[in-house]
């Protein structure tokens, strides 16, 4: 076994979690998307792009390129949050709500993705 | 490039989530500390939003106080505990990066990658140079002045430094590499479909060795030419098929014999391979009659070796004759007077000092001067350093093997034509070479003139195909008129006409150009320039060979053709 493929695997089932965590629930509704798991769903997300980085493979290139995607995603979504809550002062309608959830969904189909490339990997590896 | 990209990026890995946990932690207590507002009253805690704020401008050490509104004192006893948290991480991660930019391993990296792109991306063909000594310098100026590419290896990053503040013309690719690693040709382009040969010139003869064995096991069709510094390197060269193999010990002695047989001979060949606009060197003349050789290393064994050839008689002074394998000569260094009076310097012509060291060979030229100051003084240096001294005592001839060796290499590069010009030279007296000597000293006004090869076929000489399709019988005389002005010539000599298999020697201004020939020529750069005109422009060529401007499009051109059978009727 291998701790570096542990630490690996962790971050990135770990970012797919937090992330359906956070949209999980009615689209529209504030009350079921709460604010700290969109944060650590971020951080995470963050830490996972990271791990990623220097890899040479074909299928790390791609593994990067979505964990690239679900950054920007969530990073998205938070910035129409803070646009919402704190700029415009429109306050956190159905409608914002709905596409700052809209938006992480997407980053959740790329997180999705990794995890797949991941158990792919895994079955390829022979070893 | 991208390897560079990823190596960077891999090692970024650890300050990148040292940054991002000190920021998750910052923040997290930022949201969850109780905070105060304008009444004093307890307030809820800050927002992510707020919370991201402030820990931005406390991490970069901006620090822009208390803002939105004052802190309670839960909330500055937890910024102390990010100010010390992030401006670490932030310092640290900023200063490994930094340091990682001038890692020298990962500059290697990058200096490779940048000179990898820019050979691939020439788009002439190229000379690949390794080692850019004395003659690598030498040779590249030359080549440069020709505007011919090149892309260089060498060891020392010194020289290669030296290389890029150097006045070129062309951006020649140079990389610090050893060249005996087959790799580092094929970086530098060995495998590239323009390179047009490979050159060793280092001061290594193993490294020369491996430069042309591995020219000639990946590209057999590219010419591999090679310094070689003794004679079992040549012939380990030669045995594999190295093209060219040029030691400069016997190429001097070859010269100085050509120079002492026909003076002529000598200097055309010191005038056609030299750098273009370096003015032209005087005629060399080494007189017959007995010379003195001091020395008999490598170097006298050469001398002696070309000078008996031409008939010249030769007292050679050694000063360890069992050690070099000279027998019946004088023993000594050749420094004082008694050894050099003993070999009779007194009544000889010439003196070769020829010895390994050069504050010896200058000793022993001043002595001989002294006692015979008409004497023809050959002197070998060895080290570029001590130029100033070879000048002061001006000697009738250097022997410096960097010059040698370029020269040589230049007259091989130039053009294929070139060398053959120096076969066909060889048949004529030395009256004839003192002809065109003064012709092209006539034309070219003490400069060292450019020397230049045409064919006959394909886009370059467009123009003289279609003539030669109309019909129109093009001489060679047209080649070498003014296209600003046909009454004038050029400052230009046509040197030499290939058709086929057969060469002519100064082919005359009348003979009649057929396609596929192949001519070389010598003159100024200018002459070169508006040569090209009459090359490929129809108009400017008809000019050339009527006086008159030709109809342009090609109706006009049928119509006149037609206008003419009519009038033949």
Redesign the interface.
């Given at each position: 076994m291998n701790l570096e493929k542990v630490v690996f695997g962790f971050f990135i089932i770990l970012a797919m979690t937090l992330n359906f965590g956070f949209v999980f629930g009615d689209i529209n509704n504030p009350a079921h998307h709460h604010v700290y798991e969109l944060f650590f769903a971020i951080v995470v997300n963050l830490i996972a792009t990271v791990l990623k980085f220097g890899e040479r493979t074909q299928i790390g290139a791609i593994h990067l390129a979505s964990s690239l995607v679900a950054d920007l995603g969530l990073l998205a979504a938070a910035w129409v949050w803070a646009s919402a809550v704190y700029i415009e002062g429109t306050g956190l309608t159905p409608d914002v709500t709905a596409s700052i959830v809209s938006l992480s969904v997407g980053a959740l189909a790329a997180n999705i993705l990794s995890v797949v490339m991941l158990l792919v990997e895994t079955v390829m590896f022979r070893r | 490039m991208h390897n560079t990209l990823?190596?960077i990026?891999?090692?970024?890995?650890t300050p990148?989530?040292f940054l991002?946990?000190s920021?998750?932690i910052a923040?997290?207590g930022m949201?969850l500390i109780p905070g105060v507002d304008a009444q004093g009253r307890p307030a809820p805690p800050m927002?992510?939003?707020?919370a991201f704020y402030v820990v931005s401008y406390t991490a970069t050490t901006i620090g822009f106080g208390e803002v939105p509104g004052a802190f309670s004192e839960a909330q500055r006893a937890w910024t102390t505990v990010v100010i010390y948290l992030t401006v670490i991480a932030w310092l640290y991660s900023i200063g490994f990066i930094l340091n990682l930019l001038q890692d020298p391993s990962l500059l290697r990296v990058a200096r490779g990658n940048r000179f990898a792109a820019k050979v691939s991306r020439l788009r002439q063909p190229f000379y690949l140079i390794a080692g850019c000594g004395e003659t690598g310098s030498l040779l590249m100026h030359a080549l440069d002045s020709r505007n011919q590419q090149a892309v260089v290896l060498d060891i020392d990053p010194d020289r290669v430094g030296t290389l890029e503040l150097g006045q070129y013309q062309l951006d020649i690719p140079a990389l610090t590499a050893d060249a005996s690693l087959p790799e580092n040709l094929l970086i530098a382009g060995l495998d590239h479909p323009l390179c047009a040969g490979a050159i060793a010139l280092t001061n290594d003869d193993r490294a020369n060795l491996s430069v042309a064995v591995t020219t000639k096991l990946l590209r057999p069709e590219l010419p591999a030419l090679c310094r070689a510094d003794s004679l079992e390197t040549a012939t380990n060269m030669a045995s594999f098929g190295t093209d060219e193999v040029i030691i400069a010990f016997e190429v001097f002695g070859e010269h100085l014999a050509l120079a002492v047989k026909s003076p002529g001979h000598h200097l055309l060949y010191e005038w056609l391979t030299g750098v273009p606009g370096d003015p032209l060197t005087d005629p060399l003349e080494p007189p017959v009659g007995k010379w003195v050789v001091c020395g008999y290393g490598r170097f006298g064994k050469a001398i002696t070796h070309h000078l008996k050839q031409v008939g010249i008689e030769l007292v050679v002074v050694e000063a360890t004759p069992e050690k070099t394998g000279c027998d019946n000569c004088i023993v000594g260094s050749g420094t004082e007077a008694r050894t050099l009076l003993e070999a009779g310097i007194d009544q000889a012509v010439g003196i070769v000092a020829g010895t390994d060291d050069d504050i010896n060979n200058l000793s022993i030229a001043m002595t001989a001067r002294e006692i015979n100051p008409e004497l023809f003084t050959v002197l070998r240096q060895n080290r570029h350093a001590n130029t100033s001294l070879f000048q002061r005592f001006q000697p009738s001839v250097t022997m410096q093997p960097s010059g040698i060796l370029a020269h040589e290499f230049l007259s091989l590069l130039t053009t294929p034509l070139l060398s053959r010009f120096f076969n066909l030279i060889r048949a004529h007296d030395d009256a004839w070479a003192d002809v065109l000597i003064s012709r092209i000293a006539a034309v070219l006004e003490n400069s060292v003139p450019e020397v230049w090869d045409i064919k006959l076929s394909g886009g370059q000489t467009e123009a003289i195909r279609e003539a030669m399709h109309d019909g129109t019988p093009v001489v060679l005389q047209a080649l070498i008129r003014n296209p600003t002005d046909r009454d004038a010539e050029l400052a230009c000599i046509p040197l030499l006409l290939k058709r086929g298999e057969t060469e002519t020697l100064m082919p005359e201004p009348t003979t009649l150009l057929q396609e596929g020939d192949r001519l070389l020529f010598c003159g100024k750069r200018q002459a070169r320039n508006l040569q090209v005109l009459g090359l490929y422009n129809f108009n400017v060529l008809s000019y050339l060979l009527t006086g008159k401007d030709a109809p342009g499009g090609k109706v006009w051109r049928l119509l006149e053709r037609l206008g003419k059978k009519r009038a033949a009727f």
């Open positions: - | 990823f190596l990026l891999r090692r970024m890995r990148l989530i991002i946990l920021y998750t923040l997290l949201t927002d992510f939003f707020h």
